[in-house]
């Protein structure tokens, strides 16, 4: 099943393109205290980190910063239009 958000953005695809583009993410919370994201992984090292609100939120984030952190990745050249 895809999950559009309310501007018709495909965020499961998002996602995919992520993990099939080699992009490490990471997403975690802990009950109410908002979503953890990070673009990196603990073994290079975290490239960069937020706490965000929403699930939409964190997608879109991982988005921008993949295009912005990899721009000659062929995630960037999809969603670079985004940023």
């Given at each position: 099943?895809?999950?559009?958000?309310?501007?018709?953005?495909?965020?499961?695809?998002?996602?995919?393109?992520?993990?099939?583009?080699?992009?490490?993410?990471?997403?975690?919370?802990?009950?109410?205290?908002?979503?953890?994201?990070?673009?990196?992984?603990?073994?290079?090292?975290?490239?960069?980190?937020?706490?965000?609100?929403?699930?939409?939120?964190?997608?879109?984030?991982?988005?921008?910063?993949?295009?912005?952190?990899?721009?000659?990745?062929?995630?960037?050249?999809k969603y670079?239009?985004?940023?």
């Amino acid at each position: 099943m895809s999950t559009l958000d309310r501007g018709g953005i495909d965020i499961e695809a998002i996602l995919s393109d992520l993990y099939e583009s080699e992009i490490n993410v990471s997403m975690s919370w802990f009950w109410d205290g908002g979503i953890d994201v990070k673009i990196g992984d603990p073994l290079n090292g975290y490239r960069a980190e937020s706490k965000v609100d929403t699930v939409a939120q964190a997608v879109f984030w991982l988005r921008d910063q993949a295009c912005t952190l990899y721009p000659d990745s062929k995630f960037a050249r999809k969603y670079g239009g985004f940023v």
